[in-house]
């Protein structure tokens, strides 16, 4: 007796009809049989940081820096702007630190209040020491010249004790710079850490060197990056570590000079 049984009419139908179509041809057979198995899904394509990423972006970064700056040397900018500058600059780069941030507007921000400090600051000495400007851009180049040798040799390599060590010298330095500001309310000079003293020259000596170890880890940040294949818009954060060491030691180089020059 036939079944009547709906699944197996319906199989015995689609067998008979080659499962609801032609059999394909021998070409279709060939094509089926030469196309790939798996295609794996698309991934969103983008390029890596490069050594040039950074050169080119510290450049832009240390530009803006210096025009910054050179404007407000020339246009004599009240001390009080140069302050407030100094305020955003501060506020800016608190943000970039914290947030690894790579946003150019933000970075370039930065660099364009502080080079307004820079530049008013840079008058003042200049004022009181003719010269003095040029010799601590001449110190500070030396400083990034000898500690890029010295990272490129592995005189000193970077490690996580390293770190922790310039990070904590740094936060222990600030706030030593703090209590002596405060101590000043009362007593001349603070604790003598910014003076013409033998504690003085010795506390500029270890700001210089807190600055080019930041250098050093600066300097390791791109090696690893381009190693590690990082986005492209972190040569921005890169830059930024960069223009924050070097004004660093600018500054201490300025003043440390001051305490060894004539205004004669």
Known sequence: MESKNPVFSRSRQQAATGWGGPSPSPEQLQNMYDSPSYA???RPAFRTMTLDDVVVRGFMTLGTLVVAAAAAWILNVPPMVAIGAAVVALI???IASFTQSTNPALILGYAAFEGVFLGKISAVFEGMISGIV???VLGTAF???AVLTVYSLRIVRVTPKLVKFTVAAAIAALG???VNLLVGFFVEGGLGLR???PIGWIFSVVMILIGCFFLLLDFDSIEQGVKQGAPEKFAWQCAFGLT???VWIYLEVLRFISYFSSSD
């Open 40 to 42: 794996p899904p698309a």
């Open 134 to 136: 040029m010799q601590a």
């Open 143 to 145: 400083a990034f010249g």
């Open 195 to 197: 003076t013409d003293s």
């Open 176 to 178: 030593l710079i703090l």
């Open 92 to 94: 800016l780069g608190l």
């Open 244 to 246: 924050l060491s070097l």
